[in-house]
Structure formats: structure tokens, C-alpha cells
């Protein structure tokens, strides 16, 4: 452990794991502004960092200890204990560990350790959204290999087309669609020869387990909501989510993200009171719950829900809104008076790029190109040379990132195209260069 100084008042926000650079920046900009004299500490387990004096620049302090052993938990927090002031997580990865945390913390707002687990457990989480309300819930069923048997029930249970996951990742990780049994029996035997090992690179400690949904289909929203202590919601804006499925790709990775969103003001009603029931049912409070929600011809259903901020949430509502949604989080827990501003200022979208083809990274076209446009706020390569690029339901994740903003909706759409139309992922294949084939003019 390495420390700067720390003073005898609950004034240490800690983070299992770490946080994005603007939201970091916004707490530290907010404590000064106020006068708070907050001090920020991450904390991680000793098998994930080896180096923690790396994020010595960011935060005041690092801590580390080992995660598997409560009595070493205890000891590397009792010199802290009397000067926490809030406990967050904010990656879905650091979940499982927040929960062994909470424990040790017994003072402070936090979510249940049960709350956490049925909400990072899509099986659980199913269970508890057909007890609460059976018609926000699409039909499920678990499986456990890929026989016939298997199958026939899977046919019996939920029917075609369906959709199967794994219940403990998030991103879109090994998620496919099937629409016959030819394609459920290739998929769940695809999924079961890679799972452990998805598991494993995901940081998942707890038993792999496959889920089959019945697909639904409609328009994907998502909303961040912050739940204090006694259970009351405060709700962010709506986000559209397009899928990489709209976009030609045989995946169900969120390629596009945009708010705000056109969504009636009824429409939005209805959409906060399944969300609520979803919150509810899996007894989240003193947390911000992530909430996916598909529109369809019988109303809204739930996909699943997180209890963390959504990816890009950070960026997305601090441009369209003005709102500093990680300092939301933070106040939420302290508990503090929230800073939610509804005047829309302009409009904003997050894309994530994959390539089209799955191979070794060979280059990428058009990113000089793309950070021209007017929109354009921040971008960001993910993968090296070299690297192996994947599909998000066979355990991969995107190249690139964009996020982009302009008060004018209409110029934020043309440039999405434009980046659209520029940015090019080529990959390899051994010793062969695989890239989209056009086909010839005759």
C-alpha cells in the first residue's frame, strides 16, 4: 500500500477497481468547488495489480490485499475504517469483489450482498423478475449441455427464435440468436467449449452457466436510475441502443448509443415503471441500477439490469445534459442532494466498431479522417497490432471507440455516417488478409 495523507474525518471515497478519467476529474472538481477535502482511494485485489503506484498520479492512495481471505480484507481496511465515507464500484468486472467488501464496511449505504448477486446473475435475475411480475420477464429456461434432451426442452420451455447467454457476463459477451434447432445445437456447443474460459479472462470466480431466453423483438432502451437507502428512484434520460444485429453483424453488441432519445413522454412513463419493478424485484438500493428495456408490441420488457453506471453513461449525459453522472453516484451514497439538470443541450452518441472480419489485427483505416469532424469528442483504440479480433458473441470486444456530440441532431447523424463510412478494421488470417469484398461491376 502506498498512501499520501489521510485525515481523522469520512472524507475517503473508495473504489474497487478504478474510474473513468472524466469521471475522476468531475469528483475532484466538485470537492474542490465545495470545499470537501475528498480524497479518492482505489482498491484492488493483489492478483489483478501487481503495480498499483501506476494510479498514484490519479488517486490519493492505492490499497491492495487479497480478495479470497476475509481476515486480510479486515486487516488492510481497519486503518480506514473510521474515515470512509462512500464505497462504489463502478465495473461490472469489480462487482463480485464490491460484494466481498460490503461485509467489512457494515456502516456505510450499500447495496445487499444478495442484491448484487441476483442482479449479476442473469439466472437469479430471471427468477426474481418472474416472481415479481411475470410480464416484464420474457420466457427462460436453464441448460446444461447441448443434447437432445436438452434441446426438446428448450423447444418445450421457451421456442423459436430464442436467444442464448451465459449468466454471469456482461457486454454481449457469447450471446447468439437461434431460429432452428440445427443453429441451437452448433451455438450451445460453441458456447460450452468456450465459457470456462470466457469466465476465466473475465475475472468470473462463480460457476458458468448457460440461459436460454425467448427473443424478443423491438427497440432497445436503456436508463440509468440512482436508488438511495429507503428505495426512492431518481431517473436519468432515456438512451437509445442500436445493435450490431441492425447493423448487418451476426452479434448483439451495443454498436450505438444516443440520447437524447425521441420517446414520447408517455412512452417514458411506462418505460420507468418496469424499471422500477425490475429494481425492486432484485432489491437494489443505495446504487446506480443500469436498466436495459426492450420495446415491444406488448409493452416493455426487461433484458437485464446492473447495479452500476452503463457504459458511456459518463460522457453521454455530461454533453446532452450537463449532468456528472459519476458524482451523482457518489452524492447518492453519501446521501446527498442529487444534481440532475433536464434542459437538453444538445446530442450525443457512443459507437463501438468491431471488425467485420474475426482475425488478427492487420490496421486501421480512416481515424485521422474521423477526428476532423465537427462531432467528434473523444476516440479510442482498444486493441493493438496483432491483437485478435473477435465477435462479441464468441467472447470478443470492440476496437474502437467514438463518442461524438452537436446541438444540432441532424449533424451529429451525418457525421455518424461519415465515421461510418471512413473507419475500415482490416484483420488477417494466418498468413491471409481478410477485409469486406466488393463485388465486381459486370
Known amino acids: 500500500m502506498t498512501q499520501k495523507d489521510t485525515k481523522p474525518n469520512k472524507n475517503i471515497i473508495l473504489v474497487v477497481g478504478s474510474l473513468y478519467q472524466n469521471g475522476l476529474k468531475a469528483i ?11 480524497q479518492i482511494a482505489y482498491l484492488f485485489d493483489n492478483k489483478d495489480y501487481k503495480n498499483p503506484e501506476e494510479f498514484l498520479n490519479q488517486v490519493d492512495f492505492v ?148 440461459l436460454v431466453e425467448e427473443f424478443m423483438e423491438g427497440d432497445t432502451y436503456s436508463v440509468d436510475c440512482y436508488v438511495n437507502s429507503r428505495g426512492k428512484i431518481y431517473y436519468c434520460p432515456f438512451v437509445h441502443v442500436k445493435t450490431g444485429q441492425s447493423i448487418g453483424f451476426d452479434d448483439f453488441f451495443g454498436y450505438r448509443q444516443m440520447t437524447p432519445t425521441l420517446l414520447e413522454k408517455e412512452d417514458i412513463g411506462s418505460a420507468q415503471e418496469v424499471a422500477k419493478k425490475a429494481i425492486y424485484s432484485l432489491g437494489l438500493r443505495s446504487t446506480t441500477a443500469h436498466v436495459e428495456l426492450m420495446r415491444t408490441t406488448t409493452g416493455w420488457k426487461v433484458i437485464e439490469v446492473g447495479p452500476r ?64 469532424l465537427e462531432s467528434l469528442k473523444t476516440s479510442k483504440v482498444l486493441k493493438k497490432i496483432g491483437n485478435r479480433c473477435t465477435y462479441a458473441k464468441n467472447g470478443g470486444t470492440a476496437v474502437l471507440a467514438l463518442v461524438l456530440f452537436n446541438k444540432d441532431r441532424s449533424k451529429l447523424l451525418a457525421d455518424i455516417r461519415r465515421a461510418e463510412q471512413t473507419i475500415k478494421i482490416e484483420t488477417t488470417n494466418g498468413n491471409k488478409k481478410t477485409k469486406k469484398v466488393t463485388p465486381k461491376k459486370k
Not at 442484491?115 to 420474457?138: A, V
Not at 458456447?191 to 470456462?196: A, M
Not at 451523482?328 to 452518441?349: C, E, F, M, V, W
Request: aromatic content about 8%; proline content about 4%; charged content about 30%.
Open 28 to 38: 475532484k472538481e466538485y470537492s474542490k468547488k465545495n470545499k470537501l477535502n475528498w
Open 63 to 210: 490499497i491492495t490485499t487479497d480478495m479470497s481471505s476475509n481476515i486480510k480484507i479486515a486487516n488492510t481496511l481497519k486503518p480506514y475504517k473510521k474515515n470512509l465515507l462512500v464505497i462504489t464500484c463502478t465495473n461490472e468486472v469489480r462487482i463480485q469483489q464490491l460484494k466481498k467488501i460490503i461485509p467489512h464496511v457494515p456502516y456505510l449505504r450499500t447495496p445487499t450482498e444478495s442484491s448484487l448477486e441476483w442482479s449479476t446473475d442473469k439466472l437469479l435475475m430471471r427468477k426474481r423478475l418472474f416472481n415479481y411480475d411475470r410480464t416484464i420477464s420474457p420466457k427462460y429456461t436453464l441448460v446444461k449441455n447441448a443434447t437432445k434432451k436438452s434441446i426438446k426442452k428448450i423447444e418445450e420451455r421457451v421456442g423459436y427464435p430464442l436467444v442464448v447467454k451465459p449468466t454471469g457476463l456482461a457486454a454481449s459477451v457469447l450471446i447468439s440468436i437461434c431460429y432452428h434447432e440445427e443453429e441451437l445445437q452448433k451455438v450451445l456447443k460453441s458456447t460450452f467449449r468456450k465459457i470456462k474460459q470466457v469466465y476465466k479472462e473475465r475475472g468470473r470466480e462463480t460457476e458458468p452457466q448457460v
Open 309 to 372: 453506471i452503463g457504459g458511456f453513461r459518463d460522457s453521454l449525459y455530461r454533453f446532452s445534459y450537463g449532468i456528472e453522472h459519476t458524482v451523482n453516484d457518489i452524492l447518492n451514497r453519501i446521501p446527498q442532494k442529487l444534481i440532475i439538470p433536464t434542459k437538453i443541450q444538445g446530442y450525443s452518441a457512443a459507437l463501438k466498431f468491431f471488425a467485420l472480419k474475426e482475425g488478427n489485427l492487420e490496421k486501421i483505416v480512416g481515424i485521422k479522417k474521423v477526428e476532423e
